[in-house]
């Protein structure tokens, strides 16, 4: 996502920022120490972000090794593995539905909004792809029956983008539109 100017830029981070929770602060300063103290512990708040702490129990309460697989993922951010500064995200993303683990794929992607808001767009971006592929290879849907069917529903990847931040809604969305193709495809 081009921004045509800086400013634009500088807003678009600042919103995700803020729709993710984040807090911002501006503060003046008598002297260049106490500006290095502040900035060093910005910095330390923002790594504790990324490492995933203080978030709250209803995610700590997933199995331990899901969620050391996220934090992982979300460490991994920008790595030069990856094509993409998300592809670690991704690619663990496309291995929890491989798993049929959507609570979790929602899960990692509500904690990878927390820890890199400037990135959860582009991931999100990427959810109705992987959707359609798990449809296809764990739900039983014929690819001209999802391709028929998100044509007579055009705004279905923006109904599943809006539920990925609520896992139970998360997991019932997808299994609705496995339901729905699947029901489309015995009518015709």
Do not use: C
Request: aromatic share 6%; net charge positive.
């Amino acid at each position: 996502m081009a921004d045509p100017t800086v400013v634009r830029r500088v807003k678009r981070q600042r919103d995700v920022r803020l729709a993710e929770g984040w807090q911002e602060v501006r503060v003046w300063v008598p002297t260049e120490q106490d500006a290095n103290d502040i900035r060093t512990l910005a910095a330390d708040r923002r790594a504790k972000a990324k490492a995933l702490a203080s978030l709250d129990e209803g995610i700590k309460s997933m199995p331990p090794e899901t969620l050391h697989r996220i934090a992982e993922a979300i460490a991994s951010q920008g790595s030069a593995a990856y094509t993409t500064p998300s592809g670690p995200v991704l690619d663990l993303l496309a291995k929890l539905a491989e798993e049929d683990d959507l609570a979790s794929f929602s899960r990692a992607f509500i904690l990878l909004a927390r820890a890199a808001p400037a990135n959860a767009a582009f991931v999100a971006g990427a959810v109705p792809a992987k959707i359609s592929n798990f449809l296809i290879k764990h739900r039983g849907v014929k690819a001209t029956a999802l391709s028929k069917w998100t044509e007579s529903n055009p705004d279905w990847a923006e109904d599943l983008k809006n539920a990925l931040r609520d896992p139970d809604l998360f997991v019932r969305v997808v299994e609705g539109f496995a339901s729905a193709i699947k029901q489309g495809a015995a009518t015709h």
